[in-house]
C-alpha cells in the first residue's frame, strides 16, 4: 500500500521558515517526479514546487520562487519543502504529491499519489 505522510507544518511568524517532508512507502519513487501544492480555503489547490527524478530540474510558482526550495533524497524516499520568508499569503494546507510523467508543471490531476496534507499558518 503507497503512502505519502506529510510533516512539518504548523504556525511562524512571517518571515519565519519552515520545512516540510514527504515520506513515502509502499514502493520506490526514484523514478517518480514530485509536487508540493497548496490549497487555501475557497481557492483552487495550486502546484508550488516540483522536481524531476531524472535531473533534479526543478519548477517554482512565481509566487514562491527565490523563498522556497524543493529537493529530494532517493534512498530515503523523502522529499522536502524548505520554505523562507514566509508571508500571510502562504497560509493553507500543503500536500506532496508523485507522479511518473515528465512534466514538471502536470497538474492536479496528473499525479499519481497524494499525501494527507500538513496546514501551514502564517501569522502576520
Known amino acids: 500500500q503507497v503512502q505519502l505522510v506529510e510533516s512539518g507544518g504548523g504556525l511562524v511568524q512571517a518571515g519565519g521558515s519552515l520545512r516540510l517532508s514527504c515520506a513515502a512507502s509502499g514502493r520506490t519513487f526514484s523514478t517518480y517526479n514530485w509536487g508540493w501544492f497548496r490549497q487555501a480555503p475557497g481557492k483552487e489547490r495550486e502546484l508550488v514546487a516540483a522536481i524531476s527524478w531524472r535531473n533534479g530540474n526543478t519548477y517554482y510558482a512565481d509566487s514562491v520562487k527565490g523563498r522556497f526550495t524543493i529537493s529530494r533524497d532517493n534512498a530515503k524516499n523523502t522529499v522536502y519543502l524548505q520554505m523562507n520568508s514566509l508571508k500571510a499569503e502562504d497560509t493553507a494546507t500543503y500536500y506532496c504529491?508523485?507522479?511518473?510523467?515528465?512534466?514538471?508543471?502536470?497538474?492536479?490531476?496528473?499525479?499519481?499519489?497524494w499525501g494527507q496534507g500538513t496546514q501551514v499558518t502564517v501569522s502576520s
Open positions: 504529491a508523485a507522479r511518473r510523467g515528465p512534466n514538471l508543471r502536470a497538474r492536479v490531476g496528473e499525479y499519481d499519489y
